[in-house]
């Protein structure tokens, strides 16, 4: 195509002999698509960061292999040379009195939340100059519907909410090189570990001895492990973990279904007093060897799994399913009209709300048994629904249920319950790139989580007493509990860690587009070429 374009175009013309040399490749007898990506980094269409090898071991039969990277060091010291607005949150150099600031700032309330991270001994006269960053490794989806692995990090204090302004690739694997690998998630994954004892390696560097940039030396300073459940557990093996239930099964705290109930929200519940006791791994991880990657308080608190895609959207399906069972959504039918076409009468209200009052479009396209995991009245319902639909359906549900119905106490209780989620979300996500709430603002999201908390348990109580299974008290109830603790534990600051901070929902859109551009590579080379295409990609996001 650009040999094509170069041929009708005037010799005059400025991109001509650029469109011959991309048409290079289609000449040549070689591997064109590496005589095109050479091509495009001799004209300068991708970052100069080039993609590094490092040696890996993968599964038993396949040996040493080199694994496809983007330094972390090189990529950082691009950025400060030639886009600091991405690492500086929006500035250039020349505020650089007001970055410095911010940086020290930032350090002086991360503080009252982690005051033993030996960033704080190591760098006391240059926290300044020390951007707080994070990793996040998630698996995405390859050819056929195969997972993919996807490691990323970026900076805390982001320069807008985009993915592609705040993810930095690292490197992808596809899960059939380290499926086989799996020993649970104790003891890890032994590719993964190989992955990611280059990624700390690195890291430390940056950390120790710091970045080049015009201005002087900046260093990286990870503060926090982003990603799923599964991801975070395998990769900093933890045995304690939320498949461990009824055993100990929160990596903060000895909480389990036993002695120690994980759904006690009272004040005074005993796994309160074993908060930080004792550590979860069992074993030893490579991230162990960041600073502060040994600390509970390393793995991060991800609102958005923990609630959008946990026991919030836990809490619609069962209010769906309660309000279908008393009789709800029989509108031009008789009252006893069966389940499944109740069920399709609510998804039409839910889908007109969304037309007419939020002005928005669903994903989910119907309700029914099986999405909402409820085949019989002995089920708890669960869904696999996406997040975003989690936030319409509690602004559809506190619609529905202020209409005015004879409420009984269940449904007051669900009321409650998402008025103050709603009111909790709106509160966090208000500025996408707030990383601080204020002592009001934070005592307002306490009250809104201790209210969800008080409401949840009594409609599931209730329901109990009358033989009903609904609202179902998950792990990840036990995990927003532990929200709330770090809130609380910050009352009296001045400032308290927003719990939307470490929010992944970019950085899911960040693995949906890198393992799209690996779904149109060959399997062979899908490491190399998702690392080359990024460059590409990114260098087109930051130069437009």
């Known amino acids: 195509m650009a040999s094509l374009n170069a041929a009708t175009m005037s010799l005059q013309d400025p991109w001509q002999s650029t469109l011959v040399q991309l048409g290079l490749a289609h000449g040549s007898s070689s591997d064109k698509e590496t005589v095109f990506l050479n091509n495009l980094r001799a004209l300068g269409f991708t970052l100069r960061t ?4 490092r040696e890996v071991q993968f599964p038993a039969g396949v040996g040493l292999c080199q694994q496809p990277v983007i330094p972390v060091k090189e990529l ?52 300044h100059r020390c951007i707080p960053c994070r990793v996040h490794c998630d698996e995405g989806t390859s050819f056929r519907k195969a997972g993919i692995f996807q490691h990323s990090w970026g900076p805390v204090i982001k320069s807008g909410p985009a993915s592609w302004l705040h993810c930095f690739f690292y490197t992808c694997l596809l899960a059939q090189h380290y499926k086989d690998d799996n020993l649970g998630f104790a003891a ?62 929160c990596p903060w705290c000895l909480a389990d279904d036993r002695n120690i109930p994980f759904a006690d929200h009272r004040r005074d519940a005993v796994w309160r007093t074993t908060t930080g006791s004792q550590k979860p791994w069992g074993s030893c991880s490579p991230l162990h060897r960041l600073p502060g990657g040994d600390e509970e308080e390393f793995v991060a608190k991800d609102l958005f799994h923990i609630s959008q895609l946990g026991i919030t959207r836990t809490f619609v399906a069962s209010c769906i399913c ?22 399709k009468e609510a998804y039409e209200c839910f889908k007109d709300h969304c037309r007419l009052v939020q002005r928005e479009t669903p994903d989910v396209k119907a309700f029914s048994r099986e999405n909402l995991g409820w085949k019989s009245r002995n089920t708890m319902p669960e869904t696999s629904w996406k997040g ?15 209409q005015p119905w004879l409420r009984n106490e269940i449904m007051e209780c669900m009321l409650l319950a998402l008025i103050a989620m709603d009111d909790f979300h709106r509160l966090c996500y208000q500025q996408a790139d707030r990383i601080w709430l204020t002592a009001a603002q934070a005592t307002s999201a306490r009250h809104f989580l201790w209210q969800f908390f008080r409401s949840y ?28 603790e770090d809130l609380q534990r910050c009352a009296g600051c001045e400032y308290a860690l927003n719990p939307a901070s470490f929010a992944t929902q970019m950085d899911e859109d960040h693995v949906g587009v890198v393992s799209q551009m690996g779904r149109t590579c060959h399997p062979l080379a899908v490491s190399k070429r998702t690392a080359e295409k990024w460059l590409i990609h990114i260098w087109l996001k930051w130069t437009k």
Request: charge should be negative; charged fraction near 20%.
């Open 388 to 402: 975003s639909d989690s936030r319409l359906l509690v602004k559809w549900l506190v619609d529905y249920l202020q």
């Open 188 to 249: 890890g994954n032994r590719t993964l570990d190989g992955l990611l004892g280059h990624f700390v390696d690195e890291a430390n560097d940056c950390f120790i001895n710091g970045l080049q940039s015009p201005q002087g030396k900046f260093f990286l300073v990870f503060v926090r492990l982003e990603g799923d459940l599964p991801a975070q557990g395998k990769l900093m093996h933890s045995a304690r973990n939320f498949t461990n239930e009824p055993n100990p099964m």
């Open 50 to 53: 080039k993609v590094q090898m």
């Open 76 to 127: 950082a010291e691009e950025i400060l040379q030639d886009f600091p607005a991405i690492l500086l949150f929006g500035h250039g150099y020349d505020q650089l009195d007001k970055v410095q600031t911010t940086f020290s700032t930032f350090w002086e309330r991360f503080r009252h939340t982690w005051p033993q991270h030996p960033v704080f001994e190591v760098h006391h006269n240059d926290l």
């Open 457 to 484: 348990v009594k409609a599931a109580r209730l329901c109990h007493e009358q033989a009903k299974l609904f609202f179902n008290i998950t792990p990840k109830f036990h995990y927003l509990l532990h929200i709330h």
């Open 322 to 343: 309660y309000l279908v069972d008393i009789g709800h959504f029989t509108a031009g039918h008789a009252p006893t009209v069966a389940v499944p076409v109740r069920l």
